[in-house]
């Protein structure tokens, strides 16, 4: 990484061989997901990016050939938060459809969210919260049958679903195989075992790609034109990326995968028959298993395994719930996993509420008590205000 440590990606005249390392990526990156030749991808920065660009391309093709002036985008609540952000960015009307008490989704909703203003309809492969492969065939399907988009979020789960099916017969759609599917965003610097900093974005037709380029000619600079919301684009992560998909290989990313996801079986059969937790929602995606606890606290629980074992499960809220991403970083400590678990589940169950908290967790806290959504958002934006203070009395308390 270190040669190309002072090379941008973006000036492809002066950096060539980083930019045929990003272009690389990006080809690459596409026929895993099974891309055609109307299919293009580029990179972008990261996962939200990826999903902004989308947005964005959705947004200008709509105007341009429908006369959309005043679109909307429809996504389940566990759709990640960028669609919303992208959305509110670019005056683009974000519909949410929840999902039932368990975690499941109702892809026959869509169409009480829809409306002739709706430009694209979105999905997950997985979900971040609860791991979640939506019934991207049934969504899909009904995107095209509208003219419309559909976009499948594979951040997380993408280099997982690719590989899986080395592996397993059956695997749930997630790809441009889907008729439909129109974009999908896939991160390299998670399953892909790049660094962060990089995501691609792929759309399909190619004009929607077209709809997403910025030209200009007039600049007091030179004529330049970009088809992402960055420009330059560090020779140094491309160059990391790239090493690690080509070092890793495709038997390589195989074996990791088989492993990844008979190590998430395994986790989840053992906890269904633990009286107390249960799994929440579909729990059906490759390398997350998503539970809740019966009759105690979950995040009490997070709390013990983190403090009493050295575990970080991942807390998600509306409801309160923990999940594990399997990793190439405990995928061979399951045994000692689901040890400390039920140790943690009693101790756990005999502090009741008194548990000691991390700074999340006492967050959470005291949102869940916040009823007033202008007062909590504020809340949070003085938590965000406070993360870049560099006084005397905050170096003192990290120090601490």
Known sequence: MGMFNDSNAFETESFIGAAQL?????????????????TYAFTTCGGTESIMSSIAAYKFWAREEKG??????????????????????????????????????????????????????VTSACGYAHGNIDDIETIAGIAHDHNIGCHVDNCLGG???????????????????????????????????GPKGMSVCMLRPKKLFDYL???SVD?????????????????AIVAGTWTALMKTGLRSYADKVKKVNETTLRIREEMKKCPDLKLYGPNNCYNMVCFDTVNFNPIGLSSKMKYEKGWHLSEVQHPPLCHILITDA???????FLEDLKDCIELAKKAGKKYKVSGYQALYGVTTKIKDASILEKFIEIVLDCSFSTTLERAKIDDE
């Open 330 to 336: 405990n995928l061979d400590k399951s045994d000692g």
């Open 213 to 215: 380029k910025f030209t």
């Open 22 to 38: 990003n272009a690389d990526i990006a080809n690459l990156t596409k026929r895993l997901f099974n891309g055609d030749d109307e």
């Open 68 to 121: 959309i002036t005043k679109p909307n985008i429809v996504f389940f609540s566990t759709a990640h938060a960028a669609f919303t952000k992208g959305s509110l960015l670019m005056e683009i009307e974000p519909r949410e459809i929840p999902v039932d008490k368990n975690g499941f989704h109702n892809p026959q909703l869509v169409y009480k969210y829809m409306d002739s203003n709706t430009i694209a309809l």
């Open 219 to 235: 600049h007091s600079g030179v004529p330049f034109s970009v088809n992402n919301f960055g420009t330059t684009r560090s020779g």
């Open 159 to 193: 280099f997982v679903n690719c590989f899986v099916e080395f592996s397993q017969k059956k695997v749930l759609p997630f790809d441009f195989r889907v008729k439909g599917v129109t974009s999908i965003s896939a991160d390299t610097h998670k399953y892909g075992y």
